[in-house]
């Protein structure tokens, strides 16, 4: 007769952490919080930084490497220095590292 084996359960995978957001998905997000806690709209946010809604929009999303011209100019529409923004955006990251949210780049 057949001996029955029992099967072990699987090992519990830990979830895989998120990698690192990048620095203009960080930047873009504490704009985007800065502009809501002021209750700017996107178009009166744009038009004092001189730029377009949809390259605003596109900076607060992520999805461009504005440059460090840029970045003052919105930063300035919001009445944030380049020091409060790169802080802001530094208290981000901590506090997402700290929760264990992403994976370190090595």
Do not use: C, F
């Not at 001189?50 to 930063?75: D, F, H, N, T, W």
């Amino acid at each position: 007769m057949a001996e029955i084996i029992p099967l072990r359960p699987a090992p519990k995978r830990r979830p895989e952490p998120r990698p690192e957001p990048l620095w203009r998905e960080a930047a873009g997000s504490v704009l985007r919080r800065t502009r809501h806690e002021r209750g700017d709209r996107l178009a009166d946010t744009a038009q004092r930084s001189g730029v377009s809604p949809q390259y605003l929009s596109e900076i607060e999303r992520g999805l461009k490497e504005p440059s460090s011209e840029m970045l003052a100019a919105v930063a300035g529409a919001l009445d944030l220095t380049l020091v409060d923004l790169a802080s802001a955006v530094a208290g981000d990251l901590q506090r997402q590292q700290r929760r264990g949210a992403y994976l370190l780049a090595a």
